[in-house]
């Protein structure tokens, strides 16, 4: 059967496309959209970026020498072009399925995955590395960065745009301008941008740059002559000094990403140059799919769709974490005029677009910068206001510093809500929120909290918000806020912790502690063992810095097997901590955590319970447990 991509499916690697005719790269381009459309409908993943990149992608491949020349992709998100242009067209049905492809880029994943990604801003110093690394091995080959426009601004970008300009060696930046990060972009460096597009394209000047180039006689070397004097000059009529150009990177835009044609001749002009060069790329994010061009916010990353209807399924089902928050930071904010939201790039994906639309001058976005998001929310608490910084666990940790610097030894009021905290799921390791007990928790004067259920979320809110003594840090999960808990609770207090559930001291009892989203782990597994004749005391360590060292030292000790059970690694965890509070106890304390390697991508029921942390594997656990100390117990008699 002939395949529905037939130009796309003759080609395993990116020096293929050196034989098609200008005709048959066109064609590959709409293979590779449709391959893409037809399968992230199927799957989900990030669609409306690597619309906009196929054109962009089908051109470097056609104009560099793939491998031995270098294409590091910023971010990864937009990377699915490059992965059918490398060979994956049969594997594409799997991404970000449990052992199937990476929704990202992973060196593990196949050998033009020359760098790992997933979090923006990281590719220009990458390709800089490889760019260093080949000139001290004495090698020739050209080296590519290919970067957002959200992703340039970030502050990394441009710590190696700075370096790179002194550097002085062949290296391509390409700049994929779609105007938008996942929410339109920001900052005084898009409005620059959009100045700079409104200069001529390049394409008028296509004619012109031809006849320059042909002019200059001889192969590459007399053409790396030419770029010595400026390929700015050759290419752009209005070298009137860029930004660029004033940090030592040649200029070459604005070019109409989506020209297929006009960018296979730059490419391969730029290939040769032995200076570094930026190409400005305009693209149009969800090219080529109408309703993602249209509104390219909703269509960033999608749950599998039909094609046809244009529509992407309603979700339906319990309410979110994310929602949770969005709608009593509202609340907190209609009481207190003080308080104001930042952002580092993600409005939507923390659940702050109810607060831009209701207090657009009490939001800071601060774009793809989370390191500047925490000192500036250092600043705003220093100068008197209530800035509440919303960021993922895991874009939290390029902020590691500054938490503890900026924040945290000026034990600064700042309250940080991070979203993503645990198993994300098929977003994969670079997105896991797994560390944040650990990295938060070793540092003084911070409070760290996590609520097991959407009411503990709104709880926890309304006290951070009356808490000025010092920093103050909530983490949850992605997705819906559990239910299966009991409805009675109890009033937050300073580092106290919440019995759930009190089986006493029976010999076959256990003590399960949870912590966010294991708590409700911890319930199901009780539920489980119930029905063996296990009972189980149940512990919502909502605190995590600092632990409820009575609570749990009382617990511990009435209880013959206690098990901490947390959605983080081991070291520096909860568990380390309960451990080390109750070690004079002699009673039997079990941790179970994430393991201490990096957790693939899969659903998160999938991962949580090869991670051993669903409630059948604790039950399962605690169920052995029981079991084996029983039985050691009845050896020592005997031996005795
Ligand atoms: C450090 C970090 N912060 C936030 C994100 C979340 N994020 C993923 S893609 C994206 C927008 C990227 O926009 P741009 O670089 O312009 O690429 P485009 O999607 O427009 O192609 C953001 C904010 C991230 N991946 N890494």
New binding site residues.
Partial sequence: MESPYPILANVSQPTDLHGLSPAQLRGLADDVRKAILDNVSRTGGHL??NL??VELTVALYGAYHVPPDVVVW??G??AYPHKLLTGRLDRIETLRKFRGLSGFLRREEHELDVFGA????TAVSAALGFAAARDRLGQAHSVVAV??????C?GMSWEALNHGGEMGTNITVVL?D?R???AP?VGALTSYFTRLRSRPLVQDLAYRAKHVIKRIPGPAPRLAAGFRHGLTHYFAPEDTGTIFEEMGWEYIGPIDGHDLDAMLDIFRAVRESPRPVLVHALTV?GKGYDVAEADSRKW?GVVPFDVQSQELPVKAGPVAYTQVFGKTIVELAEEDENIVAIT???PD?TGLNGFQERFPDRIHDVG?A?QHAVTFAAGLAAGGAKPFCAI?ST?LQ?GFDQVLHDVCIQNLPVRFVMDRGGLVGDDGPTHHGVFDHSYLGLIPNLVLMSPRDATELREMLRWMADYDDGPTAIRYPRGAASDVLPESRTPIRMGRWELLQDQGSLPRNVALVGSGSTVAEAWEAAAMLESQGIKATIVNARFIKPIDTETARDVVMRHHLTVVVEENVRSGGLGQQVLDACRDLGRSIEVLSVPDRFIEHGSQAQLRSICGIGGAEIAEFVRTGLESSVESRHSTHKAL
């Fill in positions: 409306s970026s906009g990149t910023d971010t998100h937009q997933g979090h923006a801003g970067a957002g426009d959200a992703a340039i970030s994929n779609n938008m990060s996942i972009n994010k960033h580092a790039a993600m994906g793809i989370e993922y874009f390029r």
